[in-house]
């Protein structure tokens, strides 16, 4: 079964320093691996994914992942962050044969002005 | 580009009541998901559509959850009869679908939630 643990419920960073938002998985297998972020009464938006080739991801708003296969984990980074990316992000897997994306419980980013 | 468009976007019933929720995905996107996700959870996948053909609706109550695709564009989840148990956000999700179906990114919409009293 394959499974994402986001170790922290909540990140707490001050305007302009580095944000990292952890994460780790569990499948058979290569995995597909995706960031997605989610605002108050608002549906969850891609940020971006990891499919294949280099470990280092660019996404959207600034954001990037490191895959980590044998740490098994996809951490979410942004050097810089801002006030704006505040809100609850989420970290799912899939397997390279299964349609099913598997989603973390979700870790909640405060970012202080 | 239009996207994933849910309604109503929020539903209050007293439990035993039915309840129904509309999805329209995006233009071209084959794969339609239907999500629940509780308070503090991650969403969890409900039913699977391929076009109009649900190819996996495992985690679907089947006693009180009923799903339909005509046609293979809009979608309808329903709930008959609601329990308090399942006040929830319920999400709709779409993607292209196709052989590359599993890189693929969903695009969610805003949501449903519902509260059972």
């Known amino acids: 079964a394959q499974s994402v643990a986001q170790p922290e419920d909540q990140v707490n960073v001050a305007e302009g320093n580095p944000l990292t938002v952890k994460c780790t998985y569990s499948v058979s297998g290569n995995p597909y691996l995706f960031w997605y972020v989610q605002y108050p009464n608002r549906g969850l938006q891609f940020l971006l994914k990891?499919?294949?080739?280099?470990?280092l991801v660019k996404g959207s708003y600034g954001f990037e992942a490191e895959f980590n296969k044998s740490q098994t984990s996809f951490h979410l980074k942004k050097p810089s962050a801002l006030v704006s990316d505040s809100a609850l992000y989420f970290c799912a897997v899939r397997g390279r044969n299964d349609y099913k994306l598997s989603f973390g419980a979700g870790t909640t980013v405060t970012v202080r002005a | 580009e239009a996207g994933v468009v849910q309604s109503p976007r929020y539903k209050i019933i007293e439990k035993k009541q039915p309840v129904a929720f509309w999805c329209n995905p995006i233009s071209g996107h084959n794969t339609l998901y239907w999500y629940r996700q509780n308070l503090g959870q991650g969403p969890e996948l409900l039913i699977r559509y391929e076009n109009e053909e649900a190819v996996d609706d495992s985690q679907l109550p089947k006693d009180r959850f009923s799903a339909e695709r005509l046609k293979g564009v809009d979608s309808t989840l329903k709930i008959q009869p609601a329990e308090l148990g399942d006040s929830a956000v319920y999400l709709c999700?779409?993607?292209?679908?196709?052989?590359?179906?599993?890189?693929?990114?969903?695009?969610f919409g805003p949501g449903t939630r519902l509260t059972v009293l």
């Open positions: 990891y499919i294949t080739g280099d470990n």
């Open positions: 999700a779409s993607s292209l679908g196709g052989v590359w179906f599993v890189a693929d990114e969903q695009f």
